[in-house]
């Protein structure tokens, strides 16, 4: 009889638990719908939560904004960012603003301790989770390892998001709904990018691992107006180029497939003005992708170059401008054979420094730390990266650094062939056709003159200027450079003669 009635006092207390768990359910989402977001609104909230979690149990899951320490921002905390910044424009009071894509507008996310209600379900009711910003101090004793490496950020909280839901809705949440959150934040990720170029910087901060100086990327907007329609080169050239980038966008699953780095390396050679420079910005606009121009000689170790290309992001091309003037890196690895009982190279990723590095001799990245950097197993990092390097002296640079693998395709840069010169004449002049045009291609297959100079002189000065002008002083600028040929090939004639005379 006893046992009976205890029975029956359980069951009562469990359905009076239900009932009380469903009723609070009740009133906290309506309370929710209301968005009694004032500060005693809030604190009604949170209050409210931990009651029903007595009864229903909250779980929650965190987003941190780094992952792997201070190796790599996670793009989940971004993509929750993004996907939360319209619910964090209509219900959150203190909020933190950053630039769009559209000038005139404002990425909004919220500051710590704000947050935020969203509906779970796809159909909008029923089901409510909460998001909450918070952070947390960095470690006191940072300086050292991956957590050394923020450039600056190792003294910034460390931000995440929490998402707070019920139990019961645990397959809903995990499985519904933080997939639809994520995708639809690279949508909005999508819409209010701005494309970004950044650079290497030296930092001055103590770190008790390897001293004090590390690098760090630093940005500003990328606003170049360079494109493929603005680019003079040989059509078949341009296109054969386009189709390439279009199949690397395009070739996540080919490059798993046959199982190599979702990456690709352009080699970029030719003269001084010859548009190497445009055409990597004519790429980044064409791929819609963010451009990482490093500067070699500001990277202190092959480990801080490690490190700045495990920050960069997908989708970016890699930039080294005028890599043979950048480090000598000519031979380097014969030399290297040869210096190996060197014991100077602490890094151990490789040859010695070279002592005639140019500009910056605190350098200490190597040639086979560079080749690592393109190639080794940290190169997979992530995907989606053009890896691009500048010259005007191909044939200075190593073999193995422009080997196919490392750089893919070679592109050759050439002065101004006449198709070249009359998309230049169409672009600045808009003509398709001028009497000058015969004498304009007669000598350009005799002389020597970059984009550049053709560029530069179909530039009108004057309001005065017009086709006729321009195109008179490109003839010109061609006839003397013919004449200065001719008068250098005189003078370079005389100066072998002298010689033979002399060796005589
Ligand atoms: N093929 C081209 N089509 C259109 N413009 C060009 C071309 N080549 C050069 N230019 C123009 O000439 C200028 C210099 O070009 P750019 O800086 O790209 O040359 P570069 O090859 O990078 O030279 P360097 O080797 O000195 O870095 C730019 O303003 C660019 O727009
Ligand atoms: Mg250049």
Redesign the pocket.
Same mark, same amino acid.
């Given at each position: 009889m006893e046992a009976t009635s205890s029975v029956l006092n359980g069951l009562n207390s469990g359905v009076v638990l239900s009932l009380i768990a469903v009723l609070w359910t009740v009133v906290w989402q309506n309370l929710q719908r209301l968005q009694l977001q004032t500060l005693v609104g809030r604190h009604m909230n949170r209050h409210a939560r931990r009651l029903a979690a007595l009864v229903d149990p909250y779980l929650s899951v965190t987003i941190h904004e780094y992952e792997g320490g201070r190796m790599k921002r996670n793009e989940a905390f971004e993509e929750v960012k993004a996907y939360l910044s319209a619910s964090c424009a209509r219900d959150v009071r203190h909020l933190r603003a950053e630039g769009a894509k559209d000038a005139d507008k404002l990425v909004l996310s919220m500051v710590d301790g704000e947050e935020v209600a969203d509906a779970a379900s796809d159909d909008g009711g029923g089901v409510t989770v909460w998001w909450w910003a918070a952070s947390t101090p960095p470690p006191r004793n940072d300086g050292g390892g991956y957590y050394g490496w923020g450039g600056g950020r190792e003294q910034e909280n460390r931000r995440y998001y929490r998402l707070f839901f019920l139990d019961r809705h645990r397959d809903l949440v995990i499985n519904t709904y933080l997939p639809r959150v994520r995708r639809q934040g690279r949508a909005v990720m999508v819409q209010n990018r701005q494309r970004k170029l950044f650079t290497n910087i030296s930092t001055h901060q103590w770190s008790d691992v390897d001293g004090l100086v590390r690098s760090a990327w630093s940005h500003v907007v990328f606003e170049h107006p360079?494109t493929f329609d603005?680019?003079?080169?040989d059509p078949a050239k341009k296109k054969e180029i386009m189709d390439d980038l279009t199949m690397f966008k395009n070739g996540k699953e080919y490059y798993a497939r046959v199982g190599k780095a979702w990456k690709r390396g352009y080699l970029l050679h030719?003269p001084?003005? &010859?548009?190497?420079?445009?055409?990597i910005a004519a790429m980044a606009n064409y791929l819609d992708y963010d451009i990482y121009d490093i500067e070699l000689t500001s990277v202190h170790s092959n480990t801080d170059l490690r490190k700045l290309f495990i920050e960069t992001t997908s989708k970016s091309i890699i930039v080294i401008?005028?890599i043979d003037c950048s480090l000598d890196l000519t031979g380097a690895r014969k030399k290297k054979k040869e210096a190996a009982d060197d014991d100077s190279n602490k890094d151990g990723a490789g040859g010695p420094p070279k002592p005639d590095m140019k500009k910056d001799t605190s350098s200490k990245v190597t040639l086979s730390g560079l080749l690592n950097f393109i190639d080794g197993l940290w190169s997979a990092c992530g995907g989606e990266r053009l890896i691009v390097f &500048?010259t005007?002296h191909v044939e200075k640079l190593d073999p193995a650094l422009i080997r196919r693998g490392r750089m893919d395709k070679h592109i050759e840069?050439s002065y101004c062939c006449f198709e070249?010169f009359k998309f230049?004449a169409k672009t600045y002049l808009e003509v398709d056709s001028h009497h000058l045009f015969p004498a304009v291609e007669e000598l350009l297959s005799e002389v020597d003159m970059?984009?550049?100079d053709v560029?530069e002189n179909l530039t009108p000065k004057s309001l005065d200027d017009n086709a006729d002008t321009c195109l008179a002083g490109l003839v010109k600028e061609l006839e003397k450079a013919k004449e200065d040929k001719a008068n250098g090939r005189n003078d370079q004639d005389e100066d072998d003669d002298a010689q033979v005379a002399e060796d005589k």
């Amino acid at each position: 009889m006893e046992a009976t009635s205890s029975v029956l006092n359980g069951l009562n207390s469990g359905v009076v638990l239900s009932l009380i768990a469903v009723l609070w359910t009740v009133v906290w989402q309506n309370l929710q719908r209301l968005q009694l977001q004032t500060l005693v609104g809030r604190h009604m909230n949170r209050h409210a939560r931990r009651l029903a979690a007595l009864v229903d149990p909250y779980l929650s899951v965190t987003i941190h904004e780094y992952e792997g320490g201070r190796m790599k921002r996670n793009e989940a905390f971004e993509e929750v960012k993004a996907y939360l910044s319209a619910s964090c424009a209509r219900d959150v009071r203190h909020l933190r603003a950053e630039g769009a894509k559209d000038a005139d507008k404002l990425v909004l996310s919220m500051v710590d301790g704000e947050e935020v209600a969203d509906a779970a379900s796809d159909d909008g009711g029923g089901v409510t989770v909460w998001w909450w910003a918070a952070s947390t101090p960095p470690p006191r004793n940072d300086g050292g390892g991956y957590y050394g490496w923020g450039g600056g950020r190792e003294q910034e909280n460390r931000r995440y998001y929490r998402l707070f839901f019920l139990d019961r809705h645990r397959d809903l949440v995990i499985n519904t709904y933080l997939p639809r959150v994520r995708r639809q934040g690279r949508a909005v990720m999508v819409q209010n990018r701005q494309r970004k170029l950044f650079t290497n910087i030296s930092t001055h901060q103590w770190s008790d691992v390897d001293g004090l100086v590390r690098s760090a990327w630093s940005h500003v907007v990328f606003e170049h107006p360079k494109t493929f329609d603005t680019l003079a080169m040989d059509p078949a050239k341009k296109k054969e180029i386009m189709d390439d980038l279009t199949m690397f966008k395009n070739g996540k699953e080919y490059y798993a497939r046959v199982g190599k780095a979702w990456k690709r390396g352009y080699l970029l050679h030719g003269p001084p003005g &010859t548009g190497k420079s445009a055409m990597i910005a004519a790429m980044a606009n064409y791929l819609d992708y963010d451009i990482y121009d490093i500067e070699l000689t500001s990277v202190h170790s092959n480990t801080d170059l490690r490190k700045l290309f495990i920050e960069t992001t997908s989708k970016s091309i890699i930039v080294i401008e005028d890599i043979d003037c950048s480090l000598d890196l000519t031979g380097a690895r014969k030399k290297k054979k040869e210096a190996a009982d060197d014991d100077s190279n602490k890094d151990g990723a490789g040859g010695p420094p070279k002592p005639d590095m140019k500009k910056d001799t605190s350098s200490k990245v190597t040639l086979s730390g560079l080749l690592n950097f393109i190639d080794g197993l940290w190169s997979a990092c992530g995907g989606e990266r053009l890896i691009v390097f &500048t010259t005007n002296h191909v044939e200075k640079l190593d073999p193995a650094l422009i080997r196919r693998g490392r750089m893919d395709k070679h592109i050759e840069m050439s002065y101004c062939c006449f198709e070249a010169f009359k998309f230049l004449a169409k672009t600045y002049l808009e003509v398709d056709s001028h009497h000058l045009f015969p004498a304009v291609e007669e000598l350009l297959s005799e002389v020597d003159m970059t984009p550049a100079d053709v560029a530069e002189n179909l530039t009108p000065k004057s309001l005065d200027d017009n086709a006729d002008t321009c195109l008179a002083g490109l003839v010109k600028e061609l006839e003397k450079a013919k004449e200065d040929k001719a008068n250098g090939r005189n003078d370079q004639d005389e100066d072998d003669d002298a010689q033979v005379a002399e060796d005589k």
